[in-house]
């Protein structure tokens, strides 16, 4: 059991799967991004932003599969697709209350919580290094909530922690995808059923409020930030623990907050900037590679 976790440990050091990483929390951030510049003025509404991110998602990654395997059957299971679409429908509508960031630093919090809890559930160790840098970032989250900023919309919070949960669920699920390609494909199917549901209210509603912009940026965070997203993210997931996987989203609340001065032009300031190195400073220490004490141990 020691040797696998120290496999574990060696291969979050791997350049490549550090590649992977940065792009998945990358992609993360992204939809914060995408989905706060079209609901923040009205360019689409939650439920069009939702089936467009998810239907342009599975399609995208429908002919991917196809055209890498054509005898390929995508995977997936309806756990995946049902966690899948509450994630995302409930992001979307939480987002039309908050920020970029504090809707990020919200869904990757309960993220982070539920994960650990079903790795403490599952008896997984809990090593010192990994709960003191999951701390450290916690704290300097939860700073983000102090002197300069209001507090967020308790409606809009709960269905963002609702969010984070079932976006916890999903990655916890993709642990054990084989080919995580077919896995996430086969997820984004199984989301069809729930649409339907959701796009035969709509019928019935009057809230219905579409423009080009907010197409655009619903594609934008279907095929790129969610599709290569989240199949890149099912081929991560399998190499780190679940401590790991958990601790490294909390990261994406500070990279969204970047993105929001930087697209949505929110105010930069030396308060986020030090977060920022806090938050950073912990997912290292909770990642780095554990020093064997062996060595020392040899020269005697």
């Avoid at 039309?96 to 403490?120: C, E, P, R």
């Avoid at 003191?132 to 409606?155: E, K, N, Q």
């Amino acid at each position: 059991m020691k040797v696998t976790r120290k496999k574990i440990e060696d291969r979050v050091s791997h350049p490549r799967l550090v590649i992977q990483v940065i792009l998945c929390l990358v992609a993360f951030a992204a939809n914060s991004v995408f989905c706060r510049q079209a609901l923040m003025e009205g360019q689409i509404d939650p439920e069009s932003f939702t089936m467009i991110r998810l239907l342009s998602g599975g399609l995208f990654l429908l002919m991917i599969t196809k055209i890498r395997n054509s005898r390929l059957t995508v995977g997936g299971s309806w756990k995946g697709g049902l966690s899948l679409f509450v994630y995302a429908y409930l992001f979307s509508i939480a987002y039309v209350q908050l920020g970029a960031g504090m809707g990020a630093l919200i869904l990757f919090g309960a993220v982070q919580v539920t994960m650990f809890i079903f790795s403490w559930v599952q008896g997984e160790r809990f090593h010192k290094r990994v709960v003191i840098g999951m701390l450290i970032a916690s704290s300097g989250l939860f700073m983000l909530l102090l002197p300069g900023t209001s507090s967020p919309p308790w409606d809009g919070a709960l269905l963002m922690t609702i969010s984070g949960v079932a976006w916890g669920a999903y990655s916890l699920l993709g642990k054990g995808a084989a080919n995580p390609l077919a896995q996430t494909t086969g997820n984004f199917v199984r989301c069809l059923p729930f649409m339907l549901i959701l796009g035969t209210a709509m019928l019935y509603g009057n809230a219905l409020q579409i423009s080009a912009p907010g197409v655009m940026y619903a594609l934008a965070s279907g095929v790129l930030a969610s599709g290569c997203g989240y199949a890149l993210w099912y081929s991560t997931i399998k190499h780190i623990s679940s401590q790991q996987a958990a601790t490294l989203q909390l990261s994406v609340p500070i990279i969204a907050s970047l993105g929001g001065i930087l697209v949505l032009n929110e105010p930069i300031s030396l308060h986020l900037l030090l977060i920022s190195g806090i938050v950073l400073g912990g997912v290292a220490m909770a990642l780095l590679p554990k020093r064997e004490r062996s060595e020392s141990g040899q020269k005697q």
